[in-house]
């Protein structure tokens, strides 16, 4: 276990503890400079499922099956394709894609949180953003395509991370058989787990303890920062 793991799952949890999302793409963004994805996910996958029921309880108050429910079933029905890609995909293909994806969902925060848009709940809309973050997250554990939509769909930052959290600790169960199938969980994994857990910990706590004394909104333009160099560095070194 290097430092540069342990540096990252620290950072990524203390911005799961502000903002109830954006940890995966902040840990895989760091770590894929040294491992591939497939190695990445699934530690990534056992790190950040106790921290989802942490939140999810904390929150749980502000829980709406409205919300949660549907955007559960979507996520797990385009998790299937993502894992199956993540077996047999091509490592440098998912680095640049993941990139890519990164950029888009940082451009997308910035847009939203500037323009104070609202996105209107359509049911087709509903049904890709879910969709497509199933499959995201069966690659790369990510959903910040979904917490794009869940954000604008709640009033307040408390049922935001509450539904959230209970979409991602949904997905999580789901994802975790689907990797035990495709042979991507090993002891290795569990082992790397085990011994980042603390660190998730103390980053988790530390944000949650942050998000209480930080403006939100300065928080969250840093972490779109972050996001989009995180994505450029990662296409232009995998080009």
Not at 155 to 173: G, I, P, Q, R
């Amino acid at each position: 276990m290097s430092f540069l793991t342990i540096f990252a799952v620290i950072c990524a949890y203390i911005i799961k503890g502000m903002c109830g999302f954006a940890n995966t793409l902040v840990f895989t963004s760091i770590v894929a400079f040294q491992q591939n994805n497939i190695n990445i996910s699934p530690v990534e996958l056992f790190v950040g499922y106790p921290s989802n029921m942490i939140i999810a309880w904390k929150e749980r108050k502000n829980l709406s099956p409205k919300i949660f429910v549907p955007l559960s079933i979507l996520v797990i029905l385009g998790a299937i394709p993502g894992t199956i890609f993540l077996k047999v995909g091509n490592a440098q293909n998912i680095k640049i894609l993941f990139g890519i994806i990164v950029i888009i969902v940082g451009i997308d925060m910035y847009i939203t949180q500037k323009y104070n848009k609202k996105q209107s709940k359509n049911p087709l809309f509903l049904a890709f953003i879910g969709l497509i973050s199933g499959v995201l997250c069966g690659l790369f554990g990510v959903s910040a395509l979904l917490a794009s939509y869940v954000g604008r769909t709640t009033n307040d930052t408390s049922s935001f991370k509450a539904n959230l959290c209970m979409v991602f600790f949904v997905e999580n169960t789901f994802r975790t058989i689907l990797y035990l199938m495709a042979g991507i969980i090993t002891l290795d994994v569990l082992k790397n787990a085990a011994m980042l857990i603390p660190f998730m910990i103390i980053g988790l706590f530390t944000g949650m303890t942050l998000s209480k004394k930080i403006n939100e909104k300065a928080a969250k333009k840093f972490i779109v920062i972050m996001l989009i160099i995180s994505g450029a560095a990662l296409i232009l070194t995998n080009l």
